[in-house]
């Protein structure tokens, strides 16, 4: 990431996109979008991810009810953790991650274009197919 004029910007290179800002906002858990899993629907992939380190459903509802990604975050901090929470969290975050590109269909698409620029820059070889 760097600052340009007081705004943050990502830093890309031929391998990875370090910060989630402007044009790649859409590919952080704090973008909104819905994202349903375990039968609700959060604004964002953070709320969902929070969402899941819970087995308790009025706390799911809880962070779902919460006004932004930031907010869903700080709650998720204070609540009590799921049995096993440390083996299941990067599954967690799988799902949820796989959710929110899978179900919100311009996301994805946005993300393999991307997915393929990085392809093409790494091998110097325009993707076919």
Known sequence: MKIVA????????KTAIKGFFGEYRFLSNFHLCDVKVGGI????????YMALKTTDKKVR????????????????????????????RL????????????QNKDLGLTLMAQVCLLFEAITSTPLRF
Do not use: C
């Open 6 to 13: 007081g705004k943050r910007l990502p830093t890309v290179t």
């Open 41 to 48: 629907v959060y604004p964002s992939s953070e709320h969902a």
């Open 61 to 88: 509802r809880q962070i779902r009810d919460l006004t932004s990604p930031v907010d869903a975050k700080k709650f998720g901090r204070t609540i009590e953790l799921r049995p096993n929470w440390d083996s299941l």
């Open 91 to 102: 599954v967690a975050m799988r799902k949820v991650v796989l959710a929110k590109f899978w």
